[in-house]
């Protein structure tokens, strides 16, 4: 088995936009793969490289069907295949999985793992059914149907966080001071112009038109993030009657799409922006916890990703959580013994907002950028996802001199 490495530098994120903004125009797959080709050629790398790649994407677009067999021919390399996965809010860390594990197995030596959602603008889809009365079928909002009901649990998905605020007894005070200290973390990735999100994000940003030949418009970084202030956070009400959770302790949709190049230890010199910087990949983990309490699930995600690296949460230098509801933060801090101001730094997807796919991948590429500013060590990334799920990485970033 093979050790499998993220080269320094190969990965990047678009600016996330809020529902219907900048980006609502925008075809997700062929729009990630615009993004992918320039960031590439920024990088100075052939798109030939790859082996392999992992899509990930949640909201269906028009010829999806063909998933990464197409993105990877608009970004240079019609000789690439592999799968197309939905996970759900969990699709960044398992499509990471899926590129690691065919590494690791030998079928490939570099592998792109991608997401790409818009969740602006989503299908609307019609269901035939011959055999019901009058030969009427079923149809659903994609976007909007499924975030309002758990097809088994039977809850809309504030419902799940409500039942874990209740269960550790979270009121909405408490949630409005963390979210506070979320907003100030995020403050810290757009001081000095932006300096930490361009990192890893081209700013400005040129937003293509739909058919991706002029530039229709210019974001300076991710567009719906509002001015958070606990005077403002305490005039709103509970989004479900006599309950807690709130419109401003919860991330919003988003469109976006970003991606993390993956190889092996023979390949990493050759794509590395900074040769003496490694980062392996460490471990996973997944759990699902009982129906309609998902902003727990990540307890145990996290739990069974120490586990497989033999590590305890303490030897954990950078966390980052996937919190669509600030309470899955809260939760995780509770669990472990934690500080929950003491994680998050620059921002996460609370603020930031949640195009689903893309998401994770986000949330691992900062905290990689964090790691190496803090010169090395164990990161992790853990966050939900529907169905009372949860997935979670474990990387190391060290100096290989």
């Not at 093979?2 to 996330?16: E, K, N, Q, R």
């Not at 469109?255 to 794509?271: H, Q």
């Amino acid at each position: 088995m093979h050790d499998i490495y993220i080269p320094y530098g190969a990965y990047w994120s678009t600016p996330f936009a809020r529902w219907q903004g900048s980006l609502a125009h925008l075809h997700s797959l062929t729009f990630s793969a615009y993004v992918a080709k320039r960031a590439l050629a920024k990088r100075g790398i052939d798109p030939s490289i790859f082996d392999h790649g992992t899509l990930g994407m949640t909201v269906p677009q028009q010829s999806a069907f063909y998933g990464l067999p197409w993105l990877m021919a608009l970004v240079g390399n019609a000789s690439v295949t592999g799968p197309t996965i939905n996970q759900a809010c969990a699709t960044g860390v398992r499509i990471l999985q899926s590129s690691a594990a065919e590494l690791r197995e030998g079928g490939a030596a570099v592998s792109l793992a991608i997401g790409a959602d818009r969740t602006s603008n989503g299908p609307h889809i019609y269901y035939p059914a011959p055999d019901a009365t009058g030969g009427t079928g079923r149809h659903e909002n994609w976007i909007l149907d499924n975030f309002a009901s758990d097809p088994f649990a039977g809850v809309a998905m504030v419902e799940t966080a409500e039942n874990v605020a209740r269960k550790y007894g979270f009121g909405t005070e408490q949630q409005n001071e963390l979210t506070l200290q979320r907003y100030a973390q995020y403050a810290d990735a757009i001081a000095s112009d932006s300096a930490f999100l361009r990192r890893f994000m081209d700013l400005p940003f040129d937003v293509p038109d739909a058919a991706l030949r002029k530039t229709r418009s210019t974001l300076d970084g991710d567009e719906g993030v509002f001015p958070t202030t606990a005077a403002g956070l305490a005039k709103l009400a509970p989004v479900v009657e006599n309950g807690t959770v709130t419109y401003g302790s919860q991330t919003h949709p988003a469109d976006g799409s970003a991606a993390i190049v993956l190889t092996t230890a023979k390949r990493l010199p050759e794509l590395t922006r900074e040769p003496h910087i490694g980062i392996r990949i460490v471990a996973f983990g997944q759990a699902r916890v009982e129906p309609a309490h998902m902003p727990e699930a990540p307890v145990p995600a996290a739990t069974r990703a120490l586990q497989s690296a033999g590590l305890a949460m303490s030897q954990i230098a950078v966390l980052k959580t996937h919190n669509p509801f600030v309470l899955n933060d809260l939760c995780l801090a509770q669990a472990f013994g934690i500080d929950a101001n003491g994680f998050n730094n620059y921002g996460s997807s609370l603020v930031w907002g949640h195009p689903q796919g893309p998401t994770g991948l986000r949330g691992v590429i900062e905290m990689i950028e964090e790691l190496v500013m803090k010169g090395g060590g164990y990161g992790m990334f853990v966050g939900c996802a529907a169905g009372d799920s949860a997935m979670a990485v474990i990387l190391e970033v060290k100096d290989r001199k």
